[in-house]
């Protein structure tokens, strides 16, 4: 039997491009309503769930960045979708463990998730080890400051979970390239609030670090406020693809 490329069919190209079609309008308008070029803001596809074939359906409906949050999903599909010739930026969104760093270098071209020092050192040694470039990489930050979930810390001193020392970890290591900030607005809190208090941070940060531009920030449900607050990058999944048959 001859392995078959990864497609969608024809309906659920039809789909995805009336999906997508429907998400470019709302990321044209929220820049629009913002007074923002629309060229300022990449919408990354978030595929988690979804088949290659959809990665590939997409890359020929002109989507060009791909987002994943769980290696043991993402390894196999980045390797499916370059058999079948499609190169899409692949961005690594979710949380990630040390001992995956090896795996995710070298399929990612950029980790939105580093949020501590040991795990940036990780992907530093597994970077310079896997890769013949540089590896883009954010910090995730907590916009709550609640250090039992995920995020790098503002206003923290914390050697390991600080936002300044993240921040310097990435900026320090040679294979790695300290691009900007992410996150999630929390549980509870109104997109606006979380958002706007994103935006402070992040003004706060590129006074050390200019050249650490971009901002992820946004999913299906919010993104039009984070596109009011500052976001470079919106991560789009149900919008785009539909519901997931499982929360992830
Ligand atoms: C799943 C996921 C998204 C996309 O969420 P939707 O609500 O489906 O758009 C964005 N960011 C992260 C970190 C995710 O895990």
Redesign the pocket.
């Known amino acids: 039997m001859t392995e078959q490329p990864a497609t969608a069919r024809p309906d659920r190209r039809a789909e995805l491009a009336a999906g997508l079609a429907r998400v470019r309008v709302r990321i044209a308008d929220a820049c629009a309503d913002a007074g923002r070029d629309r060229a300022e803001v990449t919408m990354?596809a978030?595929t988690?769930t979804y088949p290659a074939g959809d990665v590939v359906a997409l890359a020929g409906l002109g989507v060009a960045d791909v987002?994943e949050?769980r290696d043991q999903e993402a390894a196999p599909k980045a390797a499916e979708v370059a058999a079948a010739g499609v190169r899409p930026r692949w961005h690594f969104?979710?949380q990630l463990q040390r001992n995956k760093a090896r795996s995710v270098v070298r399929y990612a071209d950029v980790v939105?998730?580093v949020d501590s020092v040991r795990l940036a050192r990780a992907l530093g040694t597994a970077a310079e080890a896997g890769r013949d470039r540089p590896l883009d990489a954010l910090v995730q930050v907590s916009i709550d400051g609640d250090p039992a979930r995920g995020g790098a810390l503002p206003d923290s001193a914390d050697p390991d979970r600080g936002l300044g020392p993240v921040a310097e970890a990435l900026a320090g290591a040679g294979s790695l390239r300290l691009a900007g900030l992410?996150a999630?607005a929390p549980l509870g809190w109104e997109p606006e609030r979380a958002f706007a208090r994103l935006a402070e941070v992040a003004a706060g940060f590129r006074q050390t670090h200019p050249e650490a531009t971009a901002l992820s920030a946004g999913?299906?449900?919010d993104?039009e406020a984070a596109i009011r607050y500052g976001a470079t990058h919106v991560?789009?999944?149900?919008?785009?693809?539909g519901m997931?048959p499982t929360l992830?």
Request: charged share 15%; glycine share 16%.
């Open positions: 990354i978030v988690k987002g949050n969104i979710g939105h998730s992410m999630v999913m299906s449900g993104l991560r789009v999944g149900s919008a785009l693809l997931r992830r």
